[in-house]
């Protein structure tokens, strides 16, 4: 269970990281090789994906819950600004319905 959660934290990290670099290039003036190591970044995230050994759509369900933490720690670490209360709660509910879809018994 660790090592899933962990998989899908740095798979969180390297699609969030090949996103925020084009919105660098295009909304701060960034310059355009930082493409390149977006580009990467999500070849990166597309291979990780490919680790779980579970169906690929009940992967990307419960991938999609971890993700929103983590797109909210990126918001208080990288952007500044801080997750409300809301925000948490949000997460709360998300990380449940991860754990519902990827830990429920399979038959």
């Known amino acids: 269970m660790l090592r899933t959660l962990l998989l ?5 990290c390297a699609e969030i990281l090949g996103c925020y670099l084009p919105w660098l290039w295009l909304k701060r003036d960034g310059s355009p090789w930082l493409l390149l190591p977006a580009a990467a ?10 680790l779980h050994p579970d169906a690929s759509g009940r992967i990307y369900a419960a991938y999609g819950g ?18 409300t209360v809301w925000d948490v709660g949000g997460v709360a509910l998300c ?13």
């Open 8 to 12: 899908f934290a740095v798979t969180a």
């Open 41 to 50: 970044s999500l070849a990166l995230f597309a291979w990780l994906l490919t």
């Open 66 to 83: 971890v993700y929103v933490s983590v797109a909210l720690l990126w918001l208080w670490w990288v952007d500044g600004v801080r997750p």
């Open 95 to 107: 990380l449940a319905g991860m754990a519902v879809i990827m830990f429920a018994p399979r038959t």
